[in-house]
T-cell receptor, first 109, second 115 residues
Framework: KNEVEQSPQNLTAQEGEFITINCSYS?????LHWLQQHPGGGIVSLFM???GKKKHGRLIATINIQEKHSSLHITASHPRDSAVYIC???????????FGTGTRLKVLA | NAGVTQTPKFQVLKTGQSMTLQCAQD?????MYWYRQDPGMGLRLIYY???????DKGEVPNGYNVSRLNKREFSLRLESAAPSQTSVYFC??????????????FGAGTRLSVL
């Protein structure tokens, strides 16, 4: 079993839909990151969370430390949101990050 | 401000050849990382450098060596390439961690094929 599990693996949505991507982890962490990998391959960091909730534009990320679970929400989805979304955790007391396998999102116009 | 720069972007090698992937960051970060990304798998850590002068093995270090040349540069060397090293390689950097995580900044990646 992977230490970081994401669901779903693939997601197709219609433009305007509300989208939720989930991440569960099994290790102690100091922070959780959500990353976006564009179709061209580049990776950018969207959020870094250690507790609570963060919002940036149409993106919302939440984390529940007790349940070891995080969600990434996209409101009013748009085709330009099509990408792979990756959850990564920083293992407590280390410099190491553990990555999920990603959720491939396709938003149809 | 270029961020994290990786070279080359693409490379094809024959089995047994050697090569060095270069990575440089201009954000004065202490920590640098090399990852590989394979289909169906998450990014896996090859080596990392918590600070200048230090390097440590990650999850999949076999077949690779690294050099933290200075604070800016962290190179990854394949001494004798094997087909199993066909992958996309990413370099990343972050500020030094003290407990809580820091945002990682990624290079554009190097697509390596070993024939």
């Amino acid at each position: 079993k992977n230490e970081v599990e994401q669901s779903p693996q693939n997601l197709t949505a219609q433009e305007g839909e509300f989208i939720t991507i989930n991440c569960s982890y099994s290790v102690g962490i100091s922070a959780l990151h959500w990353l976006q990998q564009h179709p061209g391959g580049g990776i950018v960091s969207l959020f870094m969370l250690s507790s609570g909730k963060k919002k940036h534009g149409r993106l919302i990320a939440t984390i529940n430390i007790q349940e070891k679970h995080s969600s990434l929400h996209i409101t009013a989805s748009h085709p330009r949101d099509s990408a792979v979304y990756i959850c990564a955790v920083r293992s407590s007391g280390t410099y190491k990050y553990i990555f999920g396998t990603g959720t491939r999102l396709k938003v149809l116009a | 401000n270029a961020g994290v720069t990786q070279t080359p972007k693409f490379q094809v090698l024959k089995t047994g050849q050697s090569m060095t992937l270069q990575c440089a960051q201009d954000m004065n970060h202490n920590s640098m990382y090399w990852y590989r990304q394979d289909p169906g798998m998450g990014l896996r850590l090859i080596y990392y450098s918590a600070s200048e002068g230090t390097t440590d093995k990650g999850e999949v270090p076999n077949g690779y060596n690294v050099s933290r040349l200075n604070k800016r540069e962290f190179s990854l060397r394949l001494e004798s390439a094997a087909p199993s090293q066909t992958s996309v390689y990413f370099c990343a950097s972050s500020e030094a961690g003290q407990g809580g995580g820091n945002i990682q900044y990624f290079g554009a990646g190097t697509r390596l094929s070993v024939l």
